[in-house]
C-alpha cells in the first residue's frame, strides 16, 4: 500500500478526531476539536498526517517546538496498521522538520500503562529522562 506524508488540512478533522478517538487518545477534558483548531495557530507546518492512496487518514500528529525543546503529541497510527512502519516514519518526518528548525531536543509523554507504545519510542533511541511531568489547566475544554 502506498501513503503519503503531507500537512494537515482543515478538511481533515473528523478524520483525525475519529483516528485518535480508535487510538483511545482522547480524554473528555481535551477536546480534539479544540486542541486542533489551537494547534493550527502555532506551526500548523507541524501537524502531519500520512494519507492512504485511497484518500483516508491512517495516521496524524502534531510536534512543536518552544525554542527549548521540541514535543510530539498525538501520534496515532490506524490501529489495524500499527506495526507496519507508518508511526516510525511520521517520527522520522518530525525528527527532520525540528532539525531543520534547529531544535536540540524532542520530548513526548506517554500515558502511565502504556507499555507497546512506550517500546514504539525506545525502539526509535527514545529513553526515560527521570524527570516528572506536571500539568495545570489554564483553559478548561469542558
Known amino acids: 500500500m502506498e501513503y503519503r506524508i503531507r500537512p494537515f488540512r482543515a478538511d481533515d478533522t473528523e478524520a483525525v478526531v475519529a483516528l485518535w478517538e480508535s487510538c483511545g487518545l482522547v480524554r473528555p477534558w481535551n477536546d480534539p476539536r479544540r486542541d486542533i483548531a489551537r494547534k493550527l495557530t502555532v506551526q500548523p507546518e507541524l501537524f502531519l498526517v500520512a494519507e492512504h492512496e485511497d484518500g483516508g487518514i491512517v495516521a496524524a500528529g502534531m510536534a512543536g517546538f518552544d525554542g527549548h525543546r521540541g514535543w510530539v ?25 525540528l532539525t531543520e528548525l534547529g531544535c536540540p531536543k524532542l520530548n513526548l509523554q506517554i500515558r502511565a500503562g502504556n507499555e507497546q507504545v512506550l517500546g514504539f519510542y525506545e525502539s526509535l533511541g527514545y529513553s526515560d529522562d527521570r524527570t516528572v511531568s506536571l500539568g495545570k489547566r489554564l483553559i478548561p475544554d469542558a
Not at 490501529?79 to 508511526?87: F, K, R
Request: neutral net charge; proline residues 4%; glycine residues 12%.
Open 73 to 97: 503529541n498525538y501520534l496515532a497510527v490506524q490501529p489495524d496498521l500499527q506495526g507496519s512502519g507508518l508511526g516510525r516514519t511520521l517520527m522520522a518526518a518530525f525528527e527532520r522538520l
